[in-house]
């Protein structure tokens, strides 16, 4: 972290306190409802992001 002048060194396999990674590779499923209501929440804002950037990879779907 050289721009805080620290010597500490952070990676993606840091751990704190000497602290066990507990959920390492574990995924918890999602429903199927979840998903689109999620979607379907987000995509007006997905949508909005996409216009305002003028990039259009914000507007995705899962659902075929």
Not at 15 to 37: C, H, M, P, W, Y
Not at 57 to 62: A, D, E, V
């Amino acid at each position: 972290m050289k721009h805080f002048r620290l010597p500490f060194q952070m990676t993606h396999n840091t751990q704190i306190d000497g602290q066990a990674v507990l959920n390492k590779g574990k995924k918890n499923a999602v429903s199927e409802f979840v998903i689109r209501e999620l979607d379907d929440f987000f995509d007006p804002f997905n949508k909005r992001l996409a216009r305002l950037l003028g990039d259009e990879k914000f507007i995705f779907t899962r659902r075929g």
